[in-house]
């Protein structure tokens, strides 16, 4: 148990629907990151926020959005959703500058139908 | 998006060989980790280098930063049952930047 939660386990949605996956870091964790998995993408860094604030931006969709609450856990939130947002999404966190020792949580699967 | 390039793709070994798997990139990364992924979970942390021509242990696992920061292996030596699983490498490309870049995963089975 990596100390990092993430709900819901499983969502299915239909597209053009918009949903939202929560995550709480491990307690003292200020870093929050959020990954998509895909079949064909891989592993990808999607965001990453620090204590409450943007730190860095991967290759994220516009349509997709997330924030850090003050207490520290996040939510991402994808809308307008399409087939191909089917994935594995993962949120990590870790204390200020890990040097990439992230703690990853046990990640939402959404299928979009 | 940028992925660190893995090879090989997928391993099918007898518990107890030892195995060797590598990571290159085409640019320069300065920090390179070597996480694990089993099935229905997500990625855990193996080990961390952090220096060029640094190889680094954690039990029956031993990884290298190569030196030219553009590759690094993974060895395990006796595998055993749990080790199945994918092996993803990922990089840091800039010293301060937490944003891992990860490879395309070697995934390890093991035949009875």
């Known amino acids: 148990d990596s100390g990092v939660t993430q709900t819901p386990k499983h969502l299915i949605t239909a597209t053009g629907q918009r949903v939202t996956l929560r995550c709480s870091p491990r307690s003292g964790d200020l870093s929050v990151y959020w990954y998509q998995q895909s079949l064909d993408q891989g592993l990808q860094f999607l965001i990453q926020?620090?204590?409450?604030?943007?730190?860095a931006k991967g290759n994220i969709l516009e349509r997709f959005s997330a924030q850090q609450f003050p207490d520290l856990h996040s939510e991402l939130n994808l809308s307008s959703l399409e087939l191909g947002d089917s994935a594995l999404y993962f949120c990590a966190s870790s204390v200020v500058l890990a040097g990439g020792k992230q703690f990853f949580g046990p990640g939402t699967r959404l299928t979009v139908l | 998006g940028q992925q660190l390039n893995q090879s090989p793709q997928s391993m099918f070994i007898q518990e107890g060989e030892d195995v060797s798997m590598n990571c290159t990139s085409s640019s320069i990364f300065n920090t390179w980790l070597w996480y694990k992924q089993d099935p229905g979970e997500g990625p855990v942390l193996l080990i961390a280098?952090?220096?060029?021509?640094e190889l680094t242990s954690n039990g029956r696992l031993t990884a290298q930063f190569g030196i030219t920061r553009k590759d690094s292996f993974l060895n395990i030596s006796a595998s055993i049952p749990s080790d199945v699983g994918i092996y993803f490498c990922?990089?840091?490309?800039?010293?301060?930047?937490?944003?891992?870049?990860f490879g395309t995963g070697t995934r390890l089975t093991i035949i009875p």
């Open positions: 990922a990089g840091i490309s800039n010293f301060g930047n937490e944003k891992l870049t």
């Open positions: 926020y620090y204590n409450g604030e943007e730190r």
């Open positions: 280098l952090y220096k060029a021509g």
